[in-house]
């Protein structure tokens, strides 16, 4: 089942470029892989004007994980649909959500001796099981602090194209959280942030006047062995498909319903692959429903996080135009490049992406933020203000500087260059004049202004 494996690079899937993948989206009628609806893309190659359309795996970008393929074109046999819906059926989870939460209810009755996790099979176990996983590496004496952080108990899938679990530094959740309140919302949407959900969900249970509830919707099934099923969708945020069907969904809308105005933000930080417009359609399809939920809403938007890193700006923005990044820098626990700038760590390229007035989204001084008065956002404190692009420039916390020749503030490491006519990198290649002269072979110049042809 397959058939074959996905030509080109799916990493490099960008919006347009010449001789490339390019996403199309969610077409009508698409045919499903064990991942819900396939997404339709076409594979462009130089010089043709149109390329070949398929369908491909929305959730696992490497095909090892999914190797679901299949031309626009292409005839689908009675047998071969029929092995297909087979196969799909035959790779979901081995237990059922319900029968998660039926095993936890078992497993917390147990005495702290026999509460065991399988660090193989990532799994709860119940003593008859013991046997069946006597040969493999297990926990022993789960506590219920344990029960009440998955995210520590499991380990995170790492696999760089799939899933890509980063989980939030202490520092960064903890300041998603307070922020979170201190706006007054009483709802959380964890869409893909267990982390933060997990924070969410054991406060409530342990704090009585913690009053904040929040729902997870994540590929990632494990963590349905935790929680309720008015607490967890197994979803794939990238076709906006709920595994458990119209149940889930129901749990979703109903969740999204705003009683007693308690206000509702959805957070999200997705896998950092290309597909900003999958995730941008899920995303919307998410605040329509919380707009059908009531008739209030008119003109407003579902409040929204976006998390995720700062070179996606213009793809975000163009999808999603009310929204704007905030320079707050979201660190992560097992990922030594998106750790926090100070204390001499590196610095992470991971922003906020909001529709909530930039004004309202307070920055820590503590950590260096401070409030420009002028662009009415907090920023970093080697963000300058620059005086002619009139907004404080900087994307990546150190101090950007203007060009008077691109009009525009940019890297510190960068200078114009006059053949590129833009600025760079000193030592990068000149994109125009990269071969040298078509006359004498010299760098800097093109055939047509050739000192030598002139001088003969
Ligand atoms: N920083 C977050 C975790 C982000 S990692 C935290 O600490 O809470 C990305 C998350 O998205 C993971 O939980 C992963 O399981 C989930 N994810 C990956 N692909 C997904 C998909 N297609 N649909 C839904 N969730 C997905
Ligand atoms: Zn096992
Ligand atoms: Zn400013
Ligand atoms: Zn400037
Ligand atoms: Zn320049």
Redesign the pocket.
């Known amino acids: 089942e397959g058939g074959g494996n996905m030509a080109g690079d799916p990493e490099g899937l960008c919006g347009a470029g010449a001789g490339g993948l390019s996403l199309l989206g969610l077409a009508p009628g698409a045919p499903s892989c064990p991942h819900g609806p396939a997404l339709l893309f076409v594979k462009t190659s130089q010089g043709k004007a149109e390329g070949r359309r398929f369908y491909a795996c ?2 696992c970008r490497d095909r090892k994980d999914c190797n679901f393929f299949q031309w626009e074109d292409e005839k689908v046999s009675e047998t071969r649909h029929a092995a297909r819906e087979e196969y799909n059926r035959n790779h979901q989870p081995f237990f059922t959500h319900r029968q998660n939460v039926e095993r936890y209810k078992n497993f917390v009755l147990l005495p702290l001796s026999k509460r065991r996790f399988c660090q193989e099979c990532q799994q709860l176990l119940l003593p008859a099981e013991w046997q069946k996983h006597s040969n493999h590496q297990f926990l022993c004496d789960i506590s219920t602090a344990q029960l009440k952080s998955p ?1 520590q108990l499991l380990y995170p ?1 790492e696999n760089k194209k ?7 530094a202490d520092r960064s ?1 903890q300041f998603l959280l307070d922020l979170i309140t201190d706006l007054g919302f009483r709802r959380v949407l964890s ?7 997990e924070i969410i969900q054991s406060k409530a249970s342990q704090e009585e006047d913690f009053r904040v509830r929040s729902l997870l ?4 099934f494990r963590y349905s062995q935790f929680y309720a099923e008015d607490e967890f969708c197994h ?4 076709n906006h498909y709920f595994f458990g069907g119209e149940a889930a969904r129901e749990t979703c809308r109903k969740f999204l319903y705003q009683d007693n105005g308690e206000r509702v933000i959805m957070v999200t ?3 950092f692959g290309g597909l900003v417009e999958a995730l941008a359609s899920s995303f919307k399809k998410l605040m329509a429903m919380w707009k059908e939920t009531e008739k209030g809403h008119n003109n407003q938007e579902m409040p929204m996080f976006w ?1 995720f890193p700062y070179f996606f700006e213009s793809r975000i923005l163009e999808c999603f135009p009310s929204f704007s990044m905030m320079d707050y820098q979201v660190d ?1 626990d097992n990922h030594a490049l998106y750790k926090h700038g100070k204390t001499g760590r590196r610095q992470s390229p991971v922003r906020i992406f909001t529709n909530l007035t930039p004004s309202m989204i307070v920055l820590p001084v503590e950590e260096g933020y401070r409030f420009c008065a002028i662009c009415q956002r907090y920023v970093s404190s080697g963000n300058q203000h620059c005086e002619i692009c009139n907004s404080c420039t900087s994307k990546d916390g150190r101090r950007w500087k203007h060009c008077v020749l691109c009009k525009k503030c940019v890297k510190p490491s960068w200078f114009h260059c006059n053949n590129c006519n833009c600025c760079a990198l000193q030592n990068h290649a000149c994109e125009k004049t990269d071969a040298g002269c078509f006359v004498c072979g010299k760098a800097g110049h093109k055939r047509s202004t050739c000192p030598s042809l002139s001088s003969t």
């Open positions: 929305s959730a995210s899938l799939t899933n890509a679990q980063y989980l939030f959740c869409v893909g942030t267990p982390r933060l959900h919707l994540d590929i990632d979803y794939n945020m990238f930080d997705p896998p998390i992560y």
